[in-house]
C-alpha cells in the first residue's frame, strides 16, 4: 500500500469514528504492517492537508480526531440554537483550582476558595465526567484526591495538562477561573444545563458562566 492509499484508509477511519482514535488502534488498519512513527509521521501529513478547511485534525488526550474549526461555531451553532451548557463561578473555580493544582483534596480547594465546597459542586463535576478521585492523602480521614480526567481534556481539545494556558498568579481564584473561562467549551454536543444556583454553604459568587467551544 503506497503512502496516499493509507492516508486515505487513516482519514476515512477518522472520520467515521466516534472517538478519539490512538495510534495503537489505527494499526489495525493495515494489519500491524505500518510502525508507530510512520503513521504519526501520516498523520501530520494529514494535519497539513486540511489546512486552511473548515475541519482540523488534533490530537487531543484520548488519541486523534477531526473538528471542525472554531470560527465554524458561529455557523454551527445556527443548526442547534439550544443555549451552552451554564455554569455557575463557583463551579467553575472549583474546576480550576482541580485542573491547575491537582491532586487536591477538597480541603485544598476550600483553602483556596476561602468558603466551603459544597457536595453538589463535586457531584456535578464528576458527573460530566470532568474529575475523578484518584487516591487518597495519608492524613485523619484520608480524604480524596481529585484531577481532571483524560475527557477533560478532550472536550477542551487539549493533549495534555501542559497545553492548559499559563497563569501569572495561580495563587488566586479569580485567575484560575478567568483562564478557564477562555478555554472552548465541552465538544460532545452536550446542552445538559446545570444548576445555576449554589447551596448555601457555598458563599461564593453564583454567577453563571456560558462555555462554548469546538465541535468534532
Known sequence: MNTTEAKRVLETALICAQQPMQVRDMRVLFDDSLGVDTLKQLLEELQLEWTGRGVELV?????????SRPEMREYLDRLHPEKPPRYSRATLETLAIIAYRQPVTRGDMEDIRGVTISSLIIK?????????VIGHREAPGRPGLY??????????GLASLDQLPLMDNPAQPSGLLEVLNELPAPAD???HELPLAEPAADTGSDEPFALTGNQP
Open 59 to 67: 490530537c487531543v488526550a484520548s488519541g486523534w480526531r477531526f473538528q
Open 124 to 132: 456535578q463535576l464528576e458527573d460530566r465526567g470532568w474529575i475523578e
Open 147 to 156: 484531577a481532571t480526567t483524560k475527557h477533560f481534556l478532550d472536550d477542551l
Open 189 to 191: 454536543g452536550d446542552t
